[in-house]
């Protein structure tokens, strides 16, 4: 059976001191009561070196939050997959919304990205969902389901090398969360249409993100086609992030 994947989304936070911190407490918390499932932190760029560093040769997995289309080159600002796989980066997530909202990430651009993270052996993460307004036009599967549509083929890899992790974009960052109903139905879409792609769709991990908090996580990880979580603000804190890894069964 696959293990669930809960991964931190710490988004533009943080500070070396307050890192540290965190850090200790996850990692103690883990050793106390080892995890069933798989650990990461998606930490930002700058802060990579640091969480490699503290957390090398523990089962917390380091993460990146974004990564770039190109493979190198002059593009200021940018960081490539082969400068992530340096600092041990396991996970990359790939077309979170915030990048798609307010960085005009389109589709294409995400399965480029996520086609460059699988070439440097870097997990991508691939985020999506439908906005609020989509949802009540009635357009959820079809967003999804197009979204989904962008990186089932990516060239030369097998889909069943990336996690999926649908995130509402009326959940993040608002408090509200779907139902584990409401999830469960738009994960049994994207697990029909992953099964359409691939015999090992059944393997890939599809994680629900979108104020997953350690109030509601249990009744969302229960639901047979959440494999996991991307959790954001509650990955901030310590107690409720181990509060939601061990609710990972
Ligand atoms: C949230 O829960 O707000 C997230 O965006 C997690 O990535």
Redesign the pocket.
Known sequence: MKKKLIAG?W?MNGSLASNEVLLHAVLDGMAQRPPACDVAV?APAPYLAQVQALTAGSPLAVAAQDVSAHEAGAYTGEVSAAMLKEFSVRYV?VG???RRQYHHETDALVAIKAQRALAAGITPIV?LGETMQEREAGLTEAVVKRQLAAVIHLNGHCISEIVV?Y?PVW????GLTATPEQAQEVHAVLRSQLAAATEHAGRIRLLY????NAANAAALLAQPDIDGG??????LKAPDFLQIIASAK
């Open positions: 989304n988004k998606a997530l979170h919304s915030e985020c992790a995130e959940a993040i960052g608002t993100g979108g104020s997953m991307l959790i954001g603000g509650a990955s």
